[in-house]
């Protein structure tokens, strides 16, 4: 990130072009990020605006020696989109009991290049889009998403069963004539 110590004294000092400047530079990943949680274009960009708000007003809880600014933001970003999942009371109640880990480990999914999956995203709903991009872009594994996100890991299970069943018409549709 370029300037990026003037641009941390900027928003330390509340000044709203350095504000607008980390802004700039962060928005176009950290919008794919909220893309990934909610289909709603306007959802996305309100836990966008909500979390970098987070960030001007933490800016100074940040340590440098503890990592690269980007991915504190993303951090913070990526809490505010969870914890927006958590209060939408998203229904997460079905359940897979298989214990298997490695259940879910290899599909289609895993070959489709990240910009395309999100064409795909739109046929989720919210709670299985939610476990989907925790699963497949995040890199959580199942106890974790349970965790997350106040289920069990039967729940997580059935939501990724359900995307690989949900996308399979789509997959078969565009990928596999």
């Keep these: ?13 509340n000044h709203r072009q350095g504000q607008e400047k980390l802004y700039r530079t962060v928005y176009p990943a950290l919008m794919l990020l909220c893309k990934r949680f909610f ?37 913070i970003v990526r809490n505010t989109a969870l914890d ?20 879910f480990s290899v599909t289609p999914l895993n070959s489709l290049e990240e910009k395309e999956f999100y064409v795909f995203l739109d046929v989720l709903n919210p709670a ?15 106890r974790e998403i349970g965790e997350i996100l106040n289920c069990s890991v039967g729940t997580v299970k059935w939501h990724l069963s359900e995307t690989r069943n949900k996308l399979r018409p ?8």
Aim: glycine residues 4%; aromatic residues 12%; negative net charge.
């Design 1 to 13: 990130m370029q300037d990026q110590d003037q641009i941390i004294k900027d928003c330390l000092a």
């Design 39 to 75: 289909a709603d274009e306007h959802t996305a960009l309100e836990v966008l605006n909500d979390g970098m708000l987070k960030v001007y007003r933490q800016i100074e809880k940040y340590d440098s020696s503890k990592g690269d600014l980007f991915n504190w933001i993303y951090t």
């Design 84 to 103: 927006k999942l958590k209060r939408s009371a998203l229904p997460l109640t079905s359940e897979i009991n298989d214990d298997d880990p490695g259940l």
């Design 128 to 142: 299985t889009r939610a476990v989907c991009s925790l699963y497949y872009f995040e890199g959580f594994n199942i």
């Design 170 to 177: 789509v997959l078969k549709k565009y990928y596999f004539k």
